[in-house]
């Protein structure tokens, strides 16, 4: 059950709500408790989907304010521990920091927090409706009597919604308000919303064989369409249905007519039958066929209109209005007497056989079947949907049809120990049972089962025969197969009711997967505070030499290849996902930002290689990410979910590296621009795995005391004749990710020396434009240690003056802009401010005059800073001020726009030559 665990920061899915105002029941007004949300306010509501902060598990986080009850522990409210208990007793069970069942329950005797006991609320929710879920956390925010709470979830709507009803049932345990809190009435509404939202148990437990065996899933809707599988190597599902499968053996199933034709040609036993075009001629057919007949229409499922063992022309019409309902073609065919079994064929093999019963119920001579059909589905193994193994039986109006064609209704009083069949078919979905005859089946048929899958055209086939025995041939027994399906329900063989369970969902994995196949492309993900853009990037470009079709996701855009096919900060886990599931991608370049981390998680489960260039103050104070130690933490998410044969690369150069490389299980490589870092010597004398930069300027890789020499970093065009270190640092991270996915070195190599700072290759990273008598340069310096490296960088490049271009993004702390100005004023010669598009909460040129401020206070003359209403503005008066000689360099907000308007200034200029001539 949930456990104490140090403080943890959020992450997930966006979904601010107001206080929440429950709609009246049947006109009855609201309750009050859910009205009175100045007692526990829900603030913030989040999705975690992917492995988070929190854990490896995808968690509901949400931000609550205890309000008064934060000054109210639970030991002070009386009554709230008993009123817990009666409403759910099974919180007896968790056992909480005590580690020991009961452990939670003495908490709240003794006294605990309100949003500790939401916490175990909510998972225990879950539990009551089926979901076995226990991870929790709740950890106290800055603000007083507020909460970040934390819980496991298996679906998200089902996962938010059994948070707010755990606030709900906590407060009205508060309040002594839990006469009006309707518990059973909202747990089987969340019950329903589980069986809507949930996988089927066909491709749940297709999906879970996949992941037993390793192979990532991603979901693709809210029915049963599955992505098994990453880019290239994915296969799909559609319940049990797969890429693979034929659609003209799905077309040929789904014709009854035409697949009895079919088997029939074959020589194999079926029914005589034809299809009806109305009611007369139904009944003409039955007559030509003898009675009893079966009616069903001409493609249906799940058992819907068929009715069987039809014994007159009363009973036949009514049957044929029935089918009409479900499709216009209706089949007529003669009943075979026997039992209903089911056979599965996967990949021409025979898998398994069950036997089908359909729902009944048994007397004991004083309850009437409606009486004995209540007591038939308390069977705990009985539940809504596929909510569990077994189906509640509904006495509905074909139900109540069936037991009339018996002298029954649904007031008699069977005999005790008669037993009466409620339905008139052995589907499970309507209430029936199975029982597992694999090892009962004859060879003949077996035999038979693989060629029908086969003339029919379906690698996997659900075969229904009806016959007295499978332990003969059907043939010499009277039966008959009197349906193929193309996608055939799982569960009567995964779950029987009586039997063992056989493995048909991972003799499904086995076709799409053969052992030994890929499943996975390789997986690059690269975070840290600065550079991840530029390593990502060039990542990419080296894959790409080597053959890959790349998908590569930037704070700019996703890419496929050369295409760019989604534009925008795509650094989240949808951007990943859009990669992983193109089937058309061989390698995934992963840039992974804070932001996609705290609000959802990764979009990804296990990585082949992590890399996290840095770890310096930026975007501190915001989701609770307060200190470079909390910083650290969250980055380090990218290495913790790399592979263990996998390799986690780290900056020698970093105070955290160490810190981070003890959380990965993971290979450990470092790389250093000091071929004196100590780190990074001890490591590599160890074993290990590094990249450095020799006194000689060579870039190397060392694999244990092997030195492997690369290029020369002043072959490297991204670092400006070896004067950018910050892009040669970025070099050896790329260089270190690429070796570490297998890349050769000549690839490697070629890579680096063919990536340039180009709008085209690194928009917005160092990009250089030439007007007449000055350059340009685009960058993205946007936080103190960005300006630590970049400024200097500058000034190296600088022949005059250096005209800047700056702002920075409004939420980082006022410390961090004076950081900015002190690191800047002894490089630039004049400096243009602006205010970014998007203030982020900060009034207009308050950011900017912070800026102006630090920079005065470092020596900048007040005369060479002024400010602009905007950035084109701000571009536009910079180029202005640029003499013979003058680098002007723009720290770009909208990098496009920024780039778009110089092209278009240095288009003027050239114009302006020309009519000069």
Not at 539 to 567: D, F, N, P, W
Not at 594 to 600: T, W, Y
Not at 772 to 789: E, G, Q, S, V, W
Request: aromatic share 6%; charged share 25%; with cysteine.
């Amino acid at each position: 059950m949930a456990r104490a665990a140090p403080p943890l920061q959020p992450r997930g899915r966006f979904s601010p709500r107001l206080p929440p105002i429950l709609p009246p029941r049947n006109g009855t007004r609201p309750r009050r408790w859910s009205v009175a949300r100045d007692r526990i306010r829900l603030i913030e509501t989040l999705v975690l989907s992917g492995p988070n902060l929190w854990s490896y598990r995808p968690c509901v986080w949400m931000r609550i304010d205890l309000g008064k009850y934060e000054e109210t522990p639970t030991d002070r409210i009386p009554g709230f521990h008993d009123r817990l208990v009666r409403l759910l007793p099974g919180l007896s069970e968790h056992h909480c920091s005590e580690g020991r069942e009961g452990g939670f329950l003495f908490r709240v005797r003794e006294g605990t927090w309100l949003g500790h006991v939401a916490e175990h609320v909510a998972i225990q929710i879950q539990n009551r409706i089926g979901i076995p879920v226990s991870f929790g956390r709740t950890r106290v925010t800055k603000v007083p009597g507020v909460y970040n709470l934390v819980y496991e979830m298996e679906e998200e709507r089902v996962g938010v919604k059994a948070g707010k009803l755990a606030l709900d049932v906590v407060e009205a345990c508060a309040e002594d308000e839990v006469g009006d809190l309707d518990l059973e009435e909202r747990l089987d509404d969340l019950k329903r919303l589980r069986e809507k939202a949930a996988l089927g148990p066909s491709t749940r437990s297709i999906v879970e064989k996949a992941e037993a065996r390793g192979i990532p899933y991603i979901r693709m809707n809210d029915k049963s369409f599955v992505i098994l599988g990453s880019g290239v190597h994915q296969k799909r599902i559609q319940a049990t249905i797969a890429s693979t499968t034929s659609f003209l053996g799905v077309e040929i199933a789904g014709d009854k007519d035409l697949t009895k034709r079919l088997l029939g040609d074959a020589g194999i036993p079926v029914p005589k039958g034809y299809v009806v075009e109305d009611e007369e001629d139904a009944a003409d057919v039955a007559r030509k066929l003898g009675w009893p007949v079966v009616v069903k229409p001409l493609d249906a499922s799940h058992g819907r209109g068929i009715l069987t063992n039809i014994r007159d022309e009363e009973e036949l019409r009514a049957a044929y209005r029935e089918a009409r309902k479900h499709r216009e073609e209706v089949i007529v065919e003669r009943f075979l007497e026997g039992v209903d079994f089911r056979f599965v064929v996967v990949a021409g093999k025979f898998i398994c056989a069950a036997q089908r019963v359909p729902a009944f119920v048994v007397g004991d001579g004083k309850k009437t079947i409606e009486e004995l059909v209540v007591e038939t589905n308390k069977d705990p193994r009985r539940g809504i949907g596929h909510e569990k193994v077994l189906t509640k039986i509904e006495l509905d109006e074909l139900s109540v049809a069936f037991l009339s064609r018996k002298g029954l209704t649904p007031k008699s009083v069977p005999a005790a120990g008669e037993t009466v069949a409620v339905k008139s078919t052995a589907n499970l979905s309507t209430g029936g049972i199975s029982r597992d005859v694999t090892d009962l089946v004859h060879p003949s048929n077996i035999e038979m089962a693989e060629r029908i899958a086969r003339i029919v055209g379906l690698d996997i086939a659900g075969i229904d025969v009806v016959a007295p025995t499978v332990e003969k041939p059907i043939g010499d027994v009277n039966g008959g197969v009197v349906e193929v399906n193309a996608a055939p329900g799982f569960r009567m063989h995964t779950h029987p009711t009586e039997g063992m369970p056989r493995d048909v969902a991972g003799a499904v994995v086995d076709m799409l997967f053969p052992p030994g196949a890929p499943t996975r492309i390789p997986i690059v993900s690269v975070t840290g505070t600065n550079g991840k853009t530029t390593t990502t990037r060039l990542i990419a470009h080296v894959a790409r030499q080597a053959g890959h079709k790349v998908g590569l996701t930037t704070t700019e855009a996703v890419y496929v290849g050369s295409e760019e096919v989604m534009r925008g900060d795509c650094t989240g886990p949808s951007s990943a996902r859009v990669v992983l599931r193109d089937p058309t991608v061989t390698f995934a370049a992963l840039e992974t930002a804070r932001g996609g981390m705290l609000r959802f998680g990764l979009g990804y489960d296990w990585a082949n290689v992590g890399v996290v260039t840095n770890i310096a103050a930026d975007h501190l104070g915001l989701r609770d990410i307060d200190t470079l130690d909390d910083l650290a933490k969250l980055k380090s998410l990218v290495t913790e979910r790399v592979f263990p044969d996998g390799v986690a690369v780290f900056n020698a150069e970093d105070a955290y590296a160490p810190y981070m490389a003890g959380r990965t299980k993971a290979r450990v490589a470092l790389f250093s621009l000091d071929p004196g870092n100590e780190l990074l010597r001890s490591h590599v004398a160890s074993g290990g795995l590094g990249a450095v930069m020799d006194r000689h300027d060579t870039l190397c890789l060392y694999r244990s005391t092997l030195r492997i020499p690369l290029v020369h970093a002043r072959q490297i065009p991204i670092t400006f004749d070896g004067r950018a270190r910050f892009n040669i640092a970025n070099a050896l991270a790329a260089a270190l990710a690429c070796f570490a996915s297998g890349i050769d070195l000549d690839d490697i190599r070629g890579g680096l020396t063919t990536f340039h700072p180009s709008p085209f290759q690194a928009p917005g990273r160092a990009n250089v434009y030439e007007f007449r008598d000055f350059k340009l340069m685009i960058d993205y310096c946007h936080n103190p240690h960005a300006m630590a490296t970049v400024a200097p960088f500058l000034s190296s490049m600088t022949r005059e003056r250096l005209v800047v271009v700056m702002n920075a993004p409004g939420d980082r702390r006022n410390e961090d802009y004076a950081e900015m100005g002190r690191l800047a004023a002894p490089h630039f010669d004049h400096v243009v401010l602006r205010d970014d598009e998007d203030l982020r909460g900060r009034q207009p040129g308050e950011v900017a005059g912070l800026l102006r401020e630090a920079l005065l206070a470092n020596g900048m003359a007040p005369e060479a800073v002024e400010f602009a209403k905007n950035e084109p503005e701000a571009v536009r008066r910079a180029i202005s001020l640029a003499r013979k000689d003058d680098l002007v360099a723009v720290f770009a907000d909208r990098i496009g726009k920024v780039a778009a308007l110089v092209d278009f200034e240095r288009q003027k200029e050239s114009r302006g030559e020309a009519a000069a001539r």
